[in-house]
């Protein structure tokens, strides 16, 4: 990676213009930054990130189009000299973790101040990673959280809890697995009772946001940006 005695190549992504325009404004008053690309959704980004193979990439978390998760990892494997920001207004424990585990240096809450978000970009451009012990540790709880509660349920229960992320109702499941409805209502509502939620629709959500795939065993481990 160049020195940081030239200009830091920096892209930014954010469906929002206003958030843009805040980025771009904060990034061309910073006279060793030069913003050479503006994306408005993730498949945007993932073309700038390909043609300008900026240093430093700055992703808003949630936007349309190819998803920061998917960028962070494509970009990787094919331009592992380009460090992905994410900027994100969702601190969330899942978040966090899984833009940890897919390689992205950084995870930046919007409301940091703007020194704070070219200090981040700074230090990614040296290669630095700016997850702190904190971020580290609530990822590592919230992982180990979810494992533990997806091991309560019985191997029918987590089938039924796939099916019902998927959208199908409890007949459907019921065709699905060869057991009949009303045994369907019965697991779903062992695993409400296990997971603390109030409806098929939060179970739904528990279930994509866990990351976890249909079998008793956590979603597959994605590669950690050294």
């Keep these: 990676m160049e020195s940081l005695a030239s ?15 805040g980025l771009r404004t904060l990034l061309q008053a910073a006279p060793d930054i030069e913003l050479v690309g503006e994306a408005t959704d993730g498949n945007e980004a993932q073309q700038l990130i390909s043609q300008l193979q900026p240093h430093v990439a700055v992703l808003d978390l949630v936007m349309p189009g190819t998803s920061p998760a998917e960028i962070v990892l494509w970009a990787y494997d094919h331009y592992p000299e380009t460090a992905v920001l994410i900027l994100t207004a969702h601190d969330r424990d899942y978040y966090l973790s899984q833009m940890l585990e897919v390689g992205a240096v950084g ?26 012990q904190e971020q580290c ?25 796939r099916l019902v992320a998927e959208g199908l109702s409890n007949r ?55």
């Design 7 to 21: 200009l830091i190549t920096v892209i930014i992504a954010d469906d929002h213009e206003v958030t843009r325009l």
């Design 107 to 132: 995870y930046l809450d919007k409301n940091e101040r703007g020194e704070a978000l070219l200090d981040a970009i700074r230090r990614a451009a040296c290669g630095q990673i700016l997850f702190t």
């Design 137 to 161: 540790r609530r990822a590592r709880d919230w992982r180990e959280n979810v494992q533990a509660v997806w091991e309560m349920l019985t191997q029918r229960e987590q089938d039924v809890l």
């Design 172 to 226: 459907d499941i019921g065709e699905r697995l060869g057991i009949a409805e009303k045994t369907v209502g019965k697991h779903v509502s062992a695993v409400l009772d296990k997971l603390g939620l109030n409806s098929r629709t939060e179970a739904a959500l528990w279930q994509r946001n866990a990351g976890l795939d249909g079998d008793s065993t956590q979603g597959e481990k994605l590669p950690i940006r050294k």
